[in-house]
């Protein structure tokens, strides 16, 4: 089956420094992936929706200059969270839908702002 | 907007156990309808599907009808096995056409955990 990865797994930066995440689809191409956000015993929130080639499309309430998405390639979206704070700590997940509209997941990125 | 809501967890059942987990929706017009599973250290994973009312998806033993007319897609296993241990979340995406078409919802998880 089709596999999506995410580096880094896990990642504790400081506050006011900025942290990237990567998602890549490994054995499809993608033309869109999602971003969520999960809390503990929360449900998955999507962020936004990126778009290769293009620029991403935020859902209500998401600051999109604190949470910069590029999708500069088929197989490849990051996810920037700028100027992380300890309220940014959080467990990100990235998907990545294939040409008949299929949802593939990540296994999340555990971020930690000290 | 749309919404999922699911049975709250944990669940814990002893193997062989008959397995439901309740999930409902509010969605305008017709939703495609998803349960996904979560193992431990592991991304989601689709589980199944029911794309239009009175569908049933289907895999693994586990089984759920789209209800158009309660607004549900409860999901149950007849005879749940230790190795169904994880996390199983309801999701929803809008009809083809709508503002959430391919964008999903997803409820808030539930825990199950099955002991031998």
């Known amino acids: 089956g089709a596999v999506v990865s995410q580096h880094p797994s896990r990642v504790i930066c400081k506050s006011g420094t900025s942290v990237k995440i990567e998602c890549r689809s490994l054995d499809f191409q993608a033309t869109t992936m999602f971003w969520y956000r999960q809390f503990p015993k929360q449900s998955l929130m999507l962020m936004a929706t990126?778009?290769?080639?293009?620029?991403?499309?935020?859902e209500q309430g998401v600051e999109k200059d604190k949470f910069l998405i590029n999708h500069a390639s088929l197989t490849l979206s990051t996810l920037t969270v700028t100027s992380a704070h300890p309220e940014d700590s959080s467990f990100y997940i990235c998907?990545?839908?294939?040409?008949?509209?299929?949802?593939?997941f990540g296994p999340g990125t555990r971020l930690t702002v000290t | 907007g749309d919404s999922v809501t699911q049975m709250e967890g944990p669940v814990t059942l002893s193997e062989e156990a008959f397995l439901t987990i309740n999930c409902t929706y509010t969605?305008?017009?017709?939703?495609?309808l998803f349960w996904y599973v979560q193992y431990p250290g592991e991304g989601l994973q689709l589980l199944l599907k029911a794309t239009k009312a009175d569908d049933k998806g289907s895999n693994k033993g586990f089984e759920a009808t789209y209800r158009k007319e309660t607004t549900s897609f409860h999901l149950e296993k007849g005879s749940v096995q230790v190795s169904d241990s994880a996390v199983y979340f309801c999701?929803?995406?809008?009809?083809?056409?709508?503002?959430?078409?391919?964008?999903?919802?997803f409820g808030q998880g539930t825990i199950l955990t099955v002991h031998p």
């Open positions: 999701a929803l995406s809008g009809e083809a056409g709508g503002t959430s078409y391919g964008k999903l919802t």
């Open positions: 969605a305008t017009g017709y939703p495609s």
């Open positions: 990126s778009n290769e080639g293009s620029k991403a499309t935020y």
């Open positions: 998907s990545a839908r294939d040409r008949d509209h299929e949802q593939y």
